[in-house]
C-alpha cells in the first residue's frame, strides 16, 4: 500500500471507530429515516397518490428507496460534523501540519463517511420485502453499489461545508438547507412526470434524481412496469458517478483553500 492510501486508511479507520463508539449517533442515522418511512408510508397508502407514480405499486412502496437515501443522508451529516468538531478540539490542525495532503485526508474523511452511511442503509435493504418488492442477490449487490456511489457524493457535499463553517450549529442549518430540498427534489417524495413544469425541471437539473433512478431500476431488476418513467440506467448511473467525482474535487479543493485554524 502507498503512504497516500495508508495515511486515507489511518484516516478512515478513525472515523470508523469513533462513530461506533456513539451508539446514538449510529441508532439515530439508522431509526430515525425508518420511523419516518413507518409512518409517513403507512399514513399515506391508502389516501395519497401523487400523480405520475406507477400503476402496480402504492405510496408504502414508493417511499421505500427514498428512504434508503434518507438514511444515507443522514449519515453523512452525522459523519461529516466531526469535521467541525476536529477544528474545535485541534485534531484537525495537528493533521494539517503533519507531512500529508489535504486530498489524502478528504479521501480518509470521505471514505469514511462513506462507510458509515452504507452500512446503515444496506441493513435498510433487509426491509424490502415489507415494502413489497422482492429482492434477489443480483438487486441487492447492485442496489448496494449504486448507494456506494450516493453515499460518497452526499458525504463530499458534507464535508465541503464542514471545511468552510467553524460551528455545529452553523453546519446543521447550512446542510439541511442543502440537503432536505436536494433530496425532496430527487424523486423520493414524489415522481417527476407528476410534478409542475417548473419542478419538473429542477428534478431533473438535480443530480440526485439519477442516483435515485438507478437505485429505483436496481430495486425493480429492470422491471420497469413498476417503476414508471425514469432515465436509462445507463445516463443515470454515468450521471451518479459523475457526481460523486465532482463533489469529492469541490471538498478537496475546499480543503485546500481551507486555513489551518
Given at each position: ?77 452525522f ?29 480518509g ?83 417527476i412526470d ?50 460523486a467525482?465532482a ?14 485554524y
Open positions: 500500500m502507498s503512504e497516500a492510501g495508508l495515511q486515507a486508511g489511518t484516516l478512515w479507520l478513525r472515523e470508523i471507530t469513533r462513530f461506533c463508539r456513539q451508539r446514538s449517533r449510529v441508532i439515530g442515522s439508522f431509526l430515525q429515516p425508518l420511523v419516518f418511512w413507518v409512518l409517513l408510508g403507512a399514513g399515506l397508502k391508502a389516501s395519497f397518490r401523487p400523480a405520475g407514480m406507477p400503476a402496480g405499486i402504492d405510496y408504502f412502496q414508493y417511499l421505500y428507496p427514498g428512504f434508503i437515501v434518507l438514511v444515507l443522508l443522514f449519515t453523512a451529516i459523519a461529516t460534523i466531526s469535521t467541525v468538531e476536529d477544528r474545535r478540539e485541534g485534531f484537525l490542525q495537528s493533521v494539517l501540519v503533519a507531512p500529508i495532503s489535504r486530498t489524502t485526508i478528504v479521501m474523511q470521505a471514505l469514511g463517511g462513506t462507510t458509515l452511511a452504507w452500512v446503515p442503509s444496506c441493513i435498510f435493504l433487509v426491509l424490502a420485502p415489507f415494502a413489497g418488492i422482492s429482492l434477489g442477490a443480483g438487486a441487492a449487490f447492485f442496489a448496494a453499489l449504486i448507494m456506494a456511489i450516493i453515499a460518497f457524493a452526499l458525504t463530499c457535499i458534507g464535508l465541503t461545508i464542514a471545511w468552510k463553517i467553524e460551528s455545529t450549529q452553523g453546519f446543521h442549518a447550512i446542510m439541511n438547507l442543502i440537503l432536505i430540498p436536494i433530496w425532496l427534489l430527487s424523486g423520493a417524495f414524489w415522481p407528476g410534478a409542475p413544469a417548473l419542478l419538473r425541471w429542477t428534478m431533473r437539473l438535480n443530480p440526485l434524481t439519477y442516483g435515485m433512478a438507478a437505485l429505483r431500476e436496481s430495486l425493480y431488476a429492470g422491471n420497469r412496469g413498476e417503476m414508471g418513467s425514469l432515465p436509462s440506467m445507463a445516463l443515470s448511473l454515468a450521471i451518479a458517478i459523475a457526481f467525482i463533489t469529492f474535487a469541490l471538498a478537496a479543493r475546499t480543503a485546500r483553500r481551507a486555513a489551518a
